[in-house]
């Protein structure tokens, strides 16, 4: 209702003017005639401005945000690129400091989803001449070994559902490594009389037969008295090698091989 009353007004606006020029001079009719074009070509002239300077300053918006974008995407490259290069050069140090020629790089290339934390896959396989039980390490420390070798790809299982002979550098104290959470370990079976410190390294004895000695298992993170064999030592250790996220690993060629 509201609008059709303006559209009334409007109209009877329009009549109401119409008259009134009609009824002026005929000169005078020209003149208002004039100026009323003159303002109807000024106000069509600046609205067409603003209409064209909005489309410019709309395509102008849109060129900064595409570029902002290509930017983002950019800085994200670079950034990947610059962690990939940390990682091959720690590759690389690692390689350096085992010269033997035993050691096979080879790259994270699967996980099995009903297994996630236990097993990964990698992209070499009897191609480079792997075979089972050959150990998987990176240079922060032993990951695993390989249970299942293809043609190109093999399986590796982690150590977190196995149990591993370990020394601890220094004490020269054995024990057994065994999984608890996440990337946490016990070294179970460490004679009381040991000394034993917070921040040792624990290292593979060799002993077994699958890990050869000296690879890095974790530092030891608490020591408390064995409450139920006061004989031994309770050694709490943590691993630096980050299960989750590994993307590059090594297999350890045995030397009888």
Known sequence: MAQRNRDFISIGLCILAALTLLGLPD?????????????????????????????????????????????????????????????????????????????????????????MFDVLVINAGRDVG????????????????????????????????ARVSAVVQGSRAHGVVSPTTGNRFLLEYVDASKDIKVGDLVVSSGMGGRYPKGITI?????????EQEPLFKQVGLESEVDFWGLEEVFVLKPGDV
Do not use: C, Y
């Open 27 to 115: 000169d005078r009719q020209e003149v208002v005639a004039g100026q009323l074009r003159r303002s109807a070509w000024s106000t069509g002239q600046w609205v067409f401005s603003r209409v064209i300077h909005f489309a410019r300053g709309e395509q102008r918006a849109q060129h900064l945000l595409t570029q902002n974008v290509a930017l983002a995407l950019e800085n994200m490259h670079l950034r990947e690129a610059a962690e990939e290069n940390r990682r091959l050069r720690q590759a690389l140090l690692f390689r350096q400091r085992n010269p033997t020629g035993e050691v096979i790089p080879a790259e994270v290339i699967g996980r099995d989803p009903d297994q």
């Open 130 to 161: 792997l075979q089972p039980d050959w150990p998987v390490i990176t240079a922060a420390g032993l990951v695993g070994h390989i249970k299942v070798v293809d043609h190109h790809s093999s399986v590796v299982r982690l150590i977190f559902d």
């Open 218 to 226: 974790g530092v030891i993170t608490d020591v408390s008295a064995e």
